[in-house]
């Protein structure tokens, strides 16, 4: 969740939201995302709403979940007064930050909040990310007691020069260990890593795929690395005290993941996502997809029926947004049909599953056998109906959309 919020339309006080996102509301899921803003260190390619102890004076993080308990419980109201249907939540996300620096006790009020506002459905996914330093064999237990069901690890890498450019303070050795205690609790495990950090080579970016897959997680995510303006590595790339990525490197490296994790048993159903098993990540799916979620925490975005707001940034600010018993969100912005139809074609393509041909207006559909001979999406998809992108298409994604939308 980057830190820098839109401008746009200013959110009532109340949180109500306009009559129309009930409209086909039964045939969307409902998601969950609780954003924890705490970090015990801040990475120097971060670009995400998070605080270290010095930053958040004057605000306590033990007293964070009572704060998130009071948007859970305003997320319910807003929803029903707004004519809403009652939905249980099919997943719930806690993401950060670091969402396990606080005791596994608040996550499970978290959680409880969640369940007793909307309830959960049967067989709910309930994902928490983790570093690997900040939780232990009982503290992981703990969370499959509350009802989790998956930890996601910011694994990054297996190599310790990358995890020193990163910034990442875990022991690489440690992974094997956060493992084995996820599955002795009965938590399924997704491992998330990063390629094309500065210095980084692609014998490196190959010992950390083989240190993850040798782990036999349910779930790989790997992302490249974005430097984003404003971040301390963006002030050393200027300063030339580290490279720039190397664009072609990243794409040899995406290239090397497919066929390792490929291998391995690993299938893609998303850009930068693989699962075995049909194990996929069911609440990032969900974005991808164009179904609502209700996002709780300073920065939070959330999306219900073609509307999108955003929470105020920082947690001394939502933390006196919810002891007013007032909406936290900033701002807010209703798409109009051309954005959801973009965003529409923008994600779809993003899936295994692809983008119904038929979906398109004729002038897109005609844009797909160029797509076809310039081998980014695959023949007897298109046969069948579906834009799905090949290897090469998945690297270029982007120009992929540009060509259907243009």
Not at 332 to 345: G, P
Not at 357 to 369: E, F, I
Not at 371 to 399: F, K
Request: proline share 6%; net charge negative.
């Amino acid at each position: 969740m980057p830190s820098a919020l839109p401008i746009a339309d200013p959110a009532p006080l109340d949180g109500l939201l306009p009559s129309s996102v009930a409209d086909g509301a039964d045939a969307r899921n409902l998601g969950v995302y609780l954003h924890v803003p705490f970090c015990r260190v801040r990475c120097g390619y971060c670009d995400f709403n998070t605080y270290t102890a010095a930053e958040v004076r004057g605000v306590k993080q033990s007293d964070y979940a009572s704060e998130a308990v009071a948007e859970v419980a305003l997320a319910g109201g807003v929803l029903g007064a707004s004519g809403a249907p009652r939905r249980p939540a099919s997943t719930v996300f806690f993401g950060g930050g670091t969402p396990t620096l606080l005791p596994a006790d608040d996550l499970a009020r978290m959680l409880g909040a969640v369940r007793d506002t909307f309830g959960l459905e049967p067989g709910a996914e309930v994902t928490t990310e983790a570093n690997p330093d900040s939780v232990d064999a009982a503290y992981l237990g703990r969370l499959a007691e509350a009802g989790f069901t998956r930890v996601s690890f910011g694994m990054q890498s297996a190599v310790p020069h990358v995890l020193a450019t990163l910034e990442r303070t875990h022991d690489p050795d440690r992974i094997p260990h956060v493992v084995r205690w996820a599955r002795e609790a009965g938590l399924q495990v997704s491992l998330d890593l990063i390629y094309g950090t500065p210095g980084e080579s692609l014998e490196d970016w190959r010992a950390s795929l083989e240190q993850a897959v040798a782990q036999e997680p349910d779930h790989v995510s790997a992302y490249s690395l974005i430097v984003e303006p404003g971040t301390k590595m963006a002030r050393q790339i200027k300063r030339g005290e580290v490279a720039e990525p190397d664009e072609d490197l990243q794409a040899d490296m995406y290239e090397l993941a497919d066929a390792l994790l490929g291998s391995a048993g690993y299938e893609w159903y998303e850009v930068s996502n693989w699962a075995r098993d049909g194990r996929v990540s069911r609440h990032n799916l969900a974005y991808w997809q164009g179904h609502d979620w209700w996002g709780v925490g300073p920065g939070a975005h959330s999306h219900v029926g073609g509307v999108r707001w955003w929470n105020v940034k920082h947690p001394a600010a939502y933390a006196d947004r919810m002891h007013a018993g007032v909406s936290p969100a900033a701002g807010r912005e209703t798409l109009d049909a051309e954005t959801r139809e973009v965003e529409r074609v923008l994600l779809a393509t993003r899936v295994r599953g692809g983008l119904r041909t038929a979906s398109l207006p004729a002038a897109a559909r005609t844009a797909v056998a160029g797509l076809i001979a310039d081998g980014l999406v695959e023949p007897a998809a298109a046969l069948r109906g579906s834009i799905v992108l090949t290897l090469q298409g998945r690297l270029l994604a982007d120009a992929v959309v540009r060509r259907l939308l243009d």
